[in-house]
């Protein structure tokens, strides 16, 4: 059973388009994380959700919008995709286990290429 | 800063020892993790350490930490074809993780 699902995988679109991405995990965590990784293979962190509520917002612009409609579920809304957009996306999620440690597992990742 | 940093790419040959290096920021991370990233695919935990530990071993993997530093490593003994991939050090932050720029094992036969 998939643990972190992303769909779609690959998405290629053109600019000023507005896109989602959708995030599933049925690991019954209650956090949940999108991540950007760039051509050079740099991995940002972009959101973290917990218990559907935002907890980090990493200076990404306001066209990204996150939606978690339940804590199994962390969507990506994108407006106005430009050229700097394209990268591999990837949703995360984790439960704390045990004070301080938690370890994220990752979903196979989208690439969103912008055109 | 936040800044984690690794070496950008390393090449053994099959049988080896590997070691990769990371300098992390931040000294009140209570745990320092190494991820995997095999091609086209997200990212697996390899192991992790407790801050107050100098050393732990895992099978074929293991992760040095120098606190004072901020130095972590990853050595792989008896490196494989199959360990070829892309390793990500990782500091733990208030709900996120800070990785560092990654590091590309190549393996050669």
């Known amino acids: 059973d998939t643990a972190v699902s992303q769909t779609p995988k690959y998405l290629v679109t053109q600019m000023g388009n507005d896109k989602s991405i959708k995030c599933e995990q049925n690991l019954g965590h209650d956090t949940m994380y999108w991540y950007k990784q760039d051509s050079k293979k740099f991995l940002k962190i972009m959101f973290s959700y917990n218990n559907k509520e935002l907890i980090i917002n990493e200076t990404v612009p306001n066209r990204f919008s996150p939606k978690s409609p339940d804590k199994a579920h962390l969507n990506l809304h994108i407006n106005s995709l430009e050229l700097g957009d394209s990268a591999v996306y990837f949703c995360a999620s984790s439960q704390e286990r045990q004070a301080s440690f938690y370890e994220q597992y990752f979903g196979p990742g989208t690439r969103l290429t912008v055109t | ?109």
């Open chain 2, 1 to 109: 800063g936040e800044d984690v940093e690794q070496s950008l790419f390393l090449s053994v040959r099959e049988g080896d020892s590997s070691v990769i290096n990371c300098t992390y920021t931040d000294s009140s991370s209570t745990y320092l993790y190494w991820y995997k990233q095999e091609p086209g695919a997200g990212l697996q935990l390899l192991t992790y350490i407790f801050s107050n530990m100098d050393m732990k071993q895992d099978q074929r993997l293991t992760v040095l930490l120098n606190k004072k530093d901020k130095h972590l490593s990853l050595r792989i003994a008896d490196t494989q074809t199959g360990d070829s991939a892309i390793y990500f050090c990782a500091e733990q932050g208030t709900y996120k993780y800070i990785f560092g720029t990654g590091t590309r094992l190549k393996v050669l036969a």
